[in-house]
Structure formats: structure tokens, C-alpha cells
């Protein structure tokens, strides 16, 4: 004699019959609409975070100052305020770069970060010399390695000179991933 | 008559306690539970001064959750005022200076103590079968810790913070094909500044720290499921179809729970960890800040913190052919390795008493992270940027030499040689020391090492005028220890010196 609960034995056997009963219909039910506001919910939350990965910024024309603030022949340290800035941004948004006023209206404007791993490399008037604090690395006035671990030339900056005053094209932290800003 | 409502005044006092005690256990069950975990059995073995490390780490971390809770009272996380709200922690809130300090000194311990529980789990053949998913929970935590590690030195938004975000923005720009956009999801934004600031922030205090307790929560639920290590007998071995069984028969025989009875020395482990975080933080103080972070301010020397500093050594180290390599794939395969250990080393001999291999590993590791620490902290690569103008010259180096020299040595501190080479152990040391280069060099050597550079020595000649290379290899040459005759070209047949040539080089040499 069998002595299962009777509430429980049309359910029962029709799950053995291989039919769908309503309890389990419902549960999957349950568990796809979930999977689908999972995904909906995740859209969002995925978009909000990789937006700065997917948004890459075009560098700005930005002013670094009259042409008489670079005399020809010397290399001296300009700052720039960044055009991409948030209020409260404060200091971190003055960006200093090296302008190497080579003749008239010809320059070498180059980046502060040492290709190397981004320090901020000093210039040396005497010896015409950049020296990185980091580990080592030196560049020629040309901003060419000279020594040291950088796997390449310092990082210059387009530029142009408008009614004369000397303006950058910058925005971005150089990198190796995005050397020509 | 007057003793007897007195004493049953705290007999009753006492039973009132009681009275809620039990009410709270029936409604919390609050014994059951502390029976369940801290009461779990451990065998006696365990209850070793060996076994304190584990409950250290726990006892750093709730350190630094409180101080680190109560900093955030003060700190402003804003690119603009993080600096200043920092400095008004450090300089003028009340014990501001203290509670820095002891979350940074926590930082140390917890960070110094993780890695003695590692070291310990991994000498003591803990992650074996079958407690693999402890050790690799564990790994998780350590990368958590190091992230914490970073993240928090981010927050002091200091000027080394600033260049050490610019170094990782560096590495993740050498990743093929996506860095460009790593770079930009790092920094939140092309440069660095608010939103870096903000989303280290979030890192640091939201989402590690999440992170960490959930797993702190597997981690510990894992020495319940399956038991704390036995303390290893040389030649026992695990096998997996016995160890289970084995155990058991342990705990059966010789098992305490270790609430109360195998908890001493935790306790004891404890109290020391606090006593020393205390004592750090008072004699030394907090870290920095250092300088504020504006970028425009370059004159900086970016260092990281003490656990990333052999990074730092090993990156000024590395040949520049294998640096992304090493940089971008060696730190993943190591972790991956860490996290495969129990797998392929899941059964066999647990004691480090016969695994010599696992003995040497250990030594070998701390003793390449110690050195790599020891030289981040030198840094002999970095060019002294300060000696050609402050270094000094040592008497002997000048007196007594021609006007030719004395020029020489005039160019060589104008043009920043120093900043380089040392001469007599003052200045620079990424090249070699000057002091006896005369003996090592010949003069034709010298004008084309000075003129040509090479051996990661740049090129002077576009530099200097003939004249001033003339006065510069002339007072190198004259460099050489007392005696020691000058270098000779190898490529000219020797002539034995003769007795005036002797003498004169005796004279030249007194230098």
C-alpha cells in the first residue's frame, strides 16, 4: 500500500510523466526573469565603469604663453592648465612640459613624463641633458635616449604659434599606449 | 537580620544577569554559535606559537577597519583638499597625527604579518588535501591586502602618490592593443587628478575592504569545514584516501576546543601586535605627507611605499628588452602559480623538515625581496640630481694640481658628471667612482668615453669644447690611488718601466 501524501499525487505523477508541473514552470519562470533583469541591471553598472576605457579624448590647443617667455636657444619649464579639468581638480590640473625653443618660430615642446615609467624628468642647462630621478633615464636636448631604461625618446607635444604666443595640442598623460599627444 | 537581605540583594543582582543572559542566549543563541566557532575543535598540536599568525592578520585588519573608519571623519577624498585635510589630520585635529599613525603602521603589520602566515602555512604544508580552497582564499586576500596597500598610499595624495600613479599609468600603457583605454579607466579620466583621487577612493574604502571581509567570512568558515593543520610529523605523509579519516581519529584522541583551551597564545600573539603598532606609531609617527602633489613641482624623487619598493628596484633593474615582459606577464604567472600550489603539490610529505626544496624557496624569496627592498631604497641607478652643485671634493682630489686639472674639475662639476660618478664615494653612483679611473683608463679611452659616451653614458661631445675635454681627461688621468701607475693601452707592446718613469709616475700618483 502506498501512503504518500494524496495533496501531493497529481503533481507527482505527472513530473514522472516527464510533464512540467506548475511549481517547476513557476521556479523556472522565476529564475529567467531574474537572469534577464540581471543583464538589464548589469548594462548600466558595466557602462557607468568602462565609460573613461571606451571615451578616448582628442588632445586640446592650449595655450603656453608669449613667444618672448622662450628665448631661442634654451630649454625651460612651462605649465599649462589641462583642458580637460573638473573644478575640483585643484593643482593636479597644472600640467608642467619642457619648451625647447630651437630657432625663430621652430620648437620641441616635450612631455614631463620619462618614457620610461612616467617620472618627471629635469633638465640640465651645463650638460644639455634630461636626468629622470627614477631610475636613471637620460635624454638628449633633442629629447633622443641617451641612457638608461626608457625604451624611447621623450614624448612631444604638437604645436602652433598664433599671433605670437605658442600653443600645445594636450590633454591626456602621455603613455607608450598613446605617445603622440 | 541585617546580613541576609544584603547578600541575597547580589545573589539576586547575580540572577537578574543571568536572567537576561539566558533570555538573550534563547532568543540569540549566542552559546550554540560560540560553541560552533570559536570552540571548534583543533588538535593539541595546534596550539602552537607557530599557529599565532593567521588571528594577527585578522587582529591587523580590525585595526585598520577602526582607524581607518575614524580617519575618514576628517579626510576630504577631493583632489583640491585631500592634501590640506591631511595636513589638518597630521598638524591640528586632536590626535589626528596618531591615528594616521597607527593606520599606517597597521598597514606595515598587517602587511609584514600576512606574509609571515603565508610563509607558515606554506612551510607547514597547511594547503595540502584538503584545505586548497583556504589557501587560495588566502591568495585572494594577500592580492586584496597589496591592493589596499597601493590604494591607501594613493589616498595620502602626497607628491609620491601623484608620480606613483604615474608609474602605474606607465605600466598599463605598455599593454598591447587596450592600454590606451586601461590608462584612461585607471586615471578615470586622461590625467591625473579628481576622478583618480575619487575612484582610489571607492577602491580603498568600499570595495576591497567588501571584498576582503567576504572572504575573510570563506576563509574562516574553511577552518571549520575542514579542520586547522595537525602540526606535521617528518615522514607522515597525506594521502587522500586516509587523511580524512586520519584527522578525525586526531581530533577524537587529542582534540581541545580551542576556545578556551588552545587560545593563549593568540592571545598573547595579540597583545603584542597591538603593543607594537602602539609603539611604532608613537616613536616614529605617521608616514608624510611629503611634498603636495602638483605636478608643475618637479623637483621630487617619486618613491612607493616599503612593499612595492622592490618593484620599484626591480624595474630600474630589468634589461629594457624583457621589461614589458616582465612588467605585464610575470606578475600574473607568479599568482598563478600561487594559486595552482595545492593542485599540484596536493598530497605527500607536509613537514618543511623533508622538503628541503620548500626551505630553499622560502630563503631564496626573502632574501631576493629583502636585497631588492635594500637596493630600491639605495637606488644607486638614480642620478644624484644634487651633487654637481652640493657634493663635495675631497681635499686630495685639488691640492697641489696643475691649473689644466683644476679646469678639468671645474667642467666636470659644471656639466653634472657627479650627478653620476662619485669621486671618493661623494656623489652619484650610476656610473662607477672616479677616484681611480686614471688607472683603469687610458687617456685616448677617456676622450672617446667622454666624446662617444656608450655603456649607458651619454655622449658629451656636442657639449663641450676640445679645450674642455682636454682639461676634463686630463684631471681624470691624474686620478689614480697612490702608486698605481697610469692605464696603458693594451694593443702597444709593454715596456718594462724604467727607473725614471717609476719615479715620476710615484710622484704623479699622489693623488
Same mark, same amino acid.
Given at each position: 500500500?502506498?501512503? $504518500? ?129 627614477? $631610475? ?46 | 537580620? #541585617? ?341 599540484? #603539490? ?166
Amino acid at each position: 500500500m502506498s501512503t $504518500h501524501n494524496p495533496k501531493d499525487t497529481k503533481e507527482a505523477a505527472s513530473e514522472r510523466n516527464g510533464n512540467f508541473s506548475r511549481r517547476d514552470f513557476l521556479l523556472k519562470l522565476g529564475i529567467g526573469l531574474n537572469i534577464v533583469a540581471g543583464a538589464m541591471i548589469s548594462i548600466p553598472l558595466i557602462g557607468y565603469v568602462m565609460s573613461s576605457f571606451v571615451k578616448i579624448l582628442p588632445p586640446q590647443w592650449t595655450l603656453l604663453g608669449a613667444l618672448d617667455k622662450f628665448p631661442e636657444g634654451t630649454t625651460r619649464l612651462a605649465t599649462f592648465e589641462n583642458a580637460y579639468k573638473r573644478p575640483w581638480d585643484g593643482e593636479a590640473a597644472i600640467i608642467p612640459c619642457w619648451v625647447r625653443r630651437v630657432s625663430g618660430e621652430e620648437f620641441q615642446v616635450f612631455a614631463i613624463n620619462c618614457t620610461h615609467l612616467g617620472c618627471p624628468v629635469r633638465w640640465f642647462e651645463e650638460s644639455k641633458l634630461f636626468m629622470c630621478p627614477c $631610475h636613471g633615464g637620460v635624454f638628449y636636448e633633442d629629447g633622443e635616449h641617451a641612457a638608461g631604461p626608457p625604451p624611447r625618446a621623450l614624448y612631444t607635444y604638437k604645436y602652433k604659434v598664433e599671433n605670437n604666443e605658442l600653443f600645445i595640442a594636450a590633454g591626456i598623460m602621455p603613455t607608450l599606449a598613446r605617445p603622440d599627444v | 537580620m #541585617n546580613g541576609t537581605p544584603k547578600k541575597s540583594l547580589t545573589t539576586s543582582a547575580f540572577q537578574a544577569a543571568q536572567g537576561v543572559f539566558l533570555w538573550l542566549d534563547d532568543r540569540l543563541h549566542i552559546s550554540h554559535l560560540w560553541e560552533h566557532t570559536a570552540g571548534h575543535p583543533i588538535p593539541k598540536s595546534a596550539a602552537s606559537w607557530f599557529y599565532v599568525f593567521g588571528s594577527a592578520t585578522l587582529l591587523s585588519l580590525i585595526i585598520q577597519i577602526i582607524t581607518g573608519s575614524l580617519l575618514a571623519f576628517a579626510y576630504v577624498p577631493s583632489a583640491s583638499e585631500a592634501y590640506e585635510s591631511l595636513l589638518y589630520l597630521t598638524y591640528e585635529q586632536d590626535l589626528g597625527w596618531f591615528m594616521r599613525a597607527m593606520h599606517y603602521w597597521g598597514s606595515n603589520f598587517m602587511v609584514g604579518i600576512m606574509l609571515l602566515h603565508m610563509t607558515q602555512v606554506y612551510l607547514f604544508g597547511a594547503y595540502k588535501y584538503p584545505r586548497e580552497i583556504t589557501w587560495i582564499t588566502g591568495c585572494v586576500l594577500m592580492l586584496c591586502t597589496l591592493g589596499m596597500a597601493f590604494t591607501g598610499q594613493v589616498l595620502r595624495w602626497d607628491e609620491d602618490a601623484y608620480w606613483g600613479l604615474g608609474i602605474g599609468a606607465a605600466i598599463m600603457g605598455r599593454v598591447p592593443f587596450i592600454g590606451e583605454g586601461l590608462v584612461s579607466l585607471m586615471l578615470g579620466g586622461p590625467i591625473i587628478a579628481s576622478e583618480t583621487l575619487s575612484r582610489f577612493f571607492s577602491l580603498h574604502v568600499f570595495i576591497i575592504p567588501g571584498t576582503i571581509l567576504a572572504l575573510v567570512a570563506v576563509h574562516l568558515r574553511m577552518v571549520l569545514t575542514k579542520g586547522i593543520n595537525e602540526y606535521p610529523k617528518p615522514g607522515h605523509l597525506v594521502r587522500r584516501e586516509t587523511y580524512d579519516k586520519e584527522y578525525a581519529a586526531i581530533i577524537k584522541k587529542e582534540g581541545i576546543p580551542f576556545a578556551p583551551h588552545g587560545i593563549w597564545k593568540d592571545l598573547a600573539a595579540a597583545a603584542i601586535v597591538i603593543g607594537g603598532i602602539l609603539f611604532c606609531s608613537a616613536v616614529f609617527g605617521p608616514k608624510g605627507p611629503t611634498g603636495p602633489p602638483y605636478p608643475a613641482d618637479i623637483d621630487t624623487l617619486p618613491r612607493p611605499d616599503f612593499f612595492f619598493m622592490w618593484i620599484f628596484a626591480v624595474a630600474a633593474l630589468m634589461p629594457e628588452y624583457m621589461e614589458t615582459f616582465g612588467l605585464l606577464v610575470v606578475p600574473p604567472v607568479v599568482i598563478l602559480i600561487l594559486f595552482a600550489l595545492p593542485f599540484f #603539490n596536493n598530497t605527500g610529505e607536509k613537514s618543511w623538515r623533508r622538503r628541503p626544496i620548500a626551505v630553499l624557496t622560502v630563503i631564496l624569496i626573502y632574501l631576493v625581496m629583502g636585497i631588492l627592498t635594500y637596493l630600491g631604497y639605495t637606488s644607486p641607478w638614480s642620478p644624484q640630481m644634487d651633487a654637481w652643485s652640493g657634493a663635495p671634493t675631497p681635499a686630495s682630489f685639488v691640492k697641489g694640481r696643475p691649473p689644466l686639472e683644476l679646469q678639468g674639475l671645474i667642467v666636470m662639476q659644471n656639466v653634472q658628471c657627479r650627478n653620476c660618478h662619485a669621486i671618493d664615494g661623494a656623489g652619484g653612483h650610476r656610473g662607477p667612482d672616479l677616484a681611480d679611473v686614471g688607472a683603469r683608463m687610458t687617456k685616448d679611452q677617456l676622450v672617446r668615453q667622454v666624446v662617444q659616451g656608450g655603456g649607458n653614458m651619454p655622449a658629451y661631445g656636442k657639449n663641450l669644447s676640445p679645450y674642455e675635454v682636454e682639461a676634463v681627461v686630463s684631471y681624470m688621468a691624474s686620478l689614480r690611488p697612490k702608486g698605481q701607475p697610469p692605464a696603458r693601452d693594451s694593443t702597444v707592446p709593454g715596456v718594462p718601466p724604467t727607473r725614471e718613469a717609476a719615479a715620476t709616475q710615484k710622484k704623479h700618483g699622489e693623488g
